[in-house]
């Protein structure tokens, strides 16, 4: 079996600093993929495969995502607690 990547995108760099993906979720039906990246949340269609929305609120790195087991919401946990 051999692989393709269907896309593909490196997340931007935030203040001049390499960002690298601590933690990676797909909600229960597989539309959304949320990637952890430094203290934000980005949000992928994986239908698509573009970028959602990046959303910001953590104050330190984010280490942990989670999705409800009906995809209506999502949980994060950082550094900053």
């Known amino acids: 079996m051999k692989s393709v990547a269907l896309w593909g995108e490196k997340p931007a760099e935030e203040e001049g600093e390499e960002q690298s993906v601590n933690a990676l979720c797909f909600n229960p039906d597989g539309s959304q993929l949320l990637a952890a990246v430094g203290a934000r949340i980005l949000v992928y269609d994986t239908a698509e495969g573009i970028l959602r ?9 984010v280490n942990a995502l989670s999705y409800a087991t009906d995809g209506t ?3 994060s946990g950082g550094a900053d607690k």
């Open 53 to 61: 929305s990046a959303l910001s609120g953590h104050g330190d790195v």
């Open 73 to 75: 919401r999502f949980a």
